[in-house]
């Protein structure tokens, strides 16, 4: 049902772009901190864990076991990752913050009177899909 009383509503509450940056700058860091515990697209932690080899790999900050140029075993760092600062190894939920990278890829890209628009790289947005749970 709809009642109109006559009376135009418009512009009744304005906000301005530094409330929405605010608003914005909140919903980001909720993203992040909810991802950190496991929660994506649910209310609740995924309850899916990571392959045994990945986690083993994550639990090591993704170092394999190589050798040196006298055949001495030491630590070796996977080659996509050479160079990359490994940020978290936990392994008990999947919480996507290996390197940090995909979480500090969420950024805030245009302020609008009515909210924001945020981006994720393409790269990023795929790993995202990764973690969305079965219907």
Do not use: H
């Not at 009376?7 to 304005?14: P, R």
């Not at 409330?19 to 860091?29: D, E, I, L, T, Y």
Request: net charge positive.
């Amino acid at each position: 049902m709809n009642i109109n009383f006559g009376i135009n509503f418009d512009g009744i509450l304005k906000f301005n772009k530094g409330f929405w940056v605010k608003v914005g700058s909140w919903a980001v860091n909720q993203i992040r901190s909810d991802a950190q515990q496991g929660i994506f697209q649910t209310d609740e932690p995924v309850k899916t864990t990571y392959s045994k080899q990945y986690a083993e790999l994550k639990a090591n900050r993704m170092q394999t076991q190589g050798k040196d140029v006298k055949g001495k075993s030491k630590p070796e760092k996977v080659k996509s990752l050479k160079g990359v600062s490994i940020v978290s190894s936990n392994t008990s939920f999947v919480d996507m913050t290996l390197t940090g990278q995909t979480l500090r890829g969420l950024k805030i890209t245009e302020q609008l009177q009515t909210g924001c628009k945020y981006l994720l790289t393409f790269v990023t947005s795929g790993k995202l899909w990764g973690t969305k749970s079965p219907d």
